[in-house]
């Protein structure tokens, strides 16, 4: 009887790739816009609006309105892009507008309203 004996060679490479580290991405802040100044009769629907807001890199995630100038009043809706007066008389009014994007980033802008009788 005769024996036949195969051997089979079986060999691995190990291959060991080093890439490039990776490099973080910049986050670009987003740019508030609280529009331009702007005179208005007493007897007009006063706004803000900040829908202007740019944000290059990602999305606006957030709005904030707070009032900096002026009698106190009331903002319908702080924390929407675009919001409601109420409670003004005349005078002069001034507004500060922060949009934050989703990863922190912040950014702030101004806006004076006048109210004329």
Same mark, same amino acid.
């Not at 060999?11 to 670009?28: C, G, M």
């Not at 892009?81 to 002069?92: D, F, H, P, R």
């Not at 950014?107 to 109210?115: A, F, H």
């Given at each position: 009887?005769?024996?036949?004996?195969? *051997?089979? &060679?079986? &060999?691995? @490479?190990?291959?060991?790739?080093?890439?490039?580290?990776?490099?973080?991405?910049?986050? /670009?802040? !987003?740019?508030?816009?609280?529009?331009?100044?702007?005179?208005?009769?007493?007897?007009?629907?006063?706004?803000?609006?900040?829908? &202007?807001? +740019?944000e290059e890199d990602g999305i606006i995630? +957030?709005?904030?309105?707070?009032? /900096?100038?002026?009698? !106190?009043?009331? /903002?319908?809706?702080?924390?929407?892009? *675009?919001?409601?007066?109420?409670?003004? &008389?005349?005078?002069?009014?001034?507004? +500060?507008?922060?949009?934050?994007d989703e990863k922190g980033a912040v950014?702030?802008?101004?806006?004076? /309203? @006048?109210?004329q009788d």
């Open positions: 009887m005769k024996a036949i004996i195969v *051997i089979l &060679s079986m &060999s691995s @490479t190990l291959a060991v790739f080093q890439n490039e580290p990776v490099k973080p991405v910049k986050n /670009i802040p !987003p740019q508030a816009n609280a529009g331009a100044d702007y005179t208005v009769p007493s007897n007009d629907f006063v706004q803000l609006d900040g829908t &202007s807001s +740019r995630s +957030r709005y904030q309105w707070k009032q /900096i100038g002026g009698a !106190p009043l009331v /903002i319908s809706n702080a924390n929407a892009a *675009i919001t409601g007066l109420t409670g003004y &008389s005349k005078g002069e009014y001034t507004f +500060r507008l922060t949009v934050a950014s702030t802008d101004d806006v004076k /309203i @006048t109210i």
